[in-house]
């Protein structure tokens, strides 16, 4: 890719380090009910997906790890890919027929492990997890209510501060954003794009990809299914 990312990482990162000190602020404030420990991987199962920005930036760590260490983790990352793309149809089957607050509450309970989850139940690039990961521990705001862990101490009913996770989600849509306005890309899809973990790190985030290049711009992965 020709666009220097340098500047939006920086900017990424900075986002991070104030969700890093909003968790921190809440774990000293609730230390009992912050249960999150080293060896503890409940939010490792859970099925989310991630913005441009956070996507690209993990594919940067990941591309600096060395070769035999990136193919084991893209063989989890096909697996966890397609799993996901499954429980994703199955979703959108469903949404016609049944109610939206039970078949997300459904979809919640779903567990496909992360391809980054290592031996020991230890990230392997946990220094550059995404900001989801970073807050799953303590409460959190999501159309208009509070959501936990449901390992944490908190307890149901009873006013905790909770972190208003759309105001961030914006954040990282709008930094997103602005890379593609950057690069001139012209494709919509990628405004609202969401992607799991294991699609960021399969992805091939080349000029091609974003419709820049002579072929189109077809979406590329390494192994799995395509996504745009």
Request: proline residues 4%; contains cysteine; hydrophobic residues 35%.
């Amino acid at each position: 890719m020709n666009l220097d990312l340098a500047p939006f990482f920086a900017e990424y990162e900075s986002l991070v380090r104030q969700v890093d000190a909003v968790f921190q602020k809440v774990s000293g404030q609730f230390p009992r009910e912050v249960t999150c420990r080293q060896g503890c991987s409940d939010c490792c199962h859970a099925l989310f997906d991630i913005t441009l920005i956070e996507a690209l930036y993990l594919n940067s760590k990941f591309s600096d790890l060395d070769d035999t260490h990136k193919n084991q983790i893209l063989i989890e990352a096909d697996k966890a890919d397609r799993k996901a793309y499954i429980l994703k149809k199955k979703v959108s089957r469903e949404a016609e027929e049944k109610d939206p607050a039970e078949i997300l509450h459904r979809a919640a309970r779903e567990r496909i492990r992360c391809p980054l989850l290592g031996t020991g139940e230890m990230c392997q690039l946990y220094a550059f997890r995404p900001i989801t990961c970073r807050l799953y521990g303590i409460p959190l705001e999501i159309g208009g209510m509070s959501h936990t862990c449901g390992l944490t101490g908190f307890e149901p009913g009873q006013p905790y501060p909770a972190v208003k996770i759309e105001r961030i989600q914006d954040a990282l849509l709008a930094l997103s954003n602005r890379v593609l306005d950057a690069m001139g890309s012209g494709y919509a899809d990628f405004r609202t794009m969401h992607v799991p973990v294991s699609t960021a790190l399969m992805t091939v985030y080349s000029d091609e990809y974003f419709g820049l290049g002579a072929s189109g711009g077809d979406s590329e992965t390494i192994g799995g299914s395509e996504h745009v």
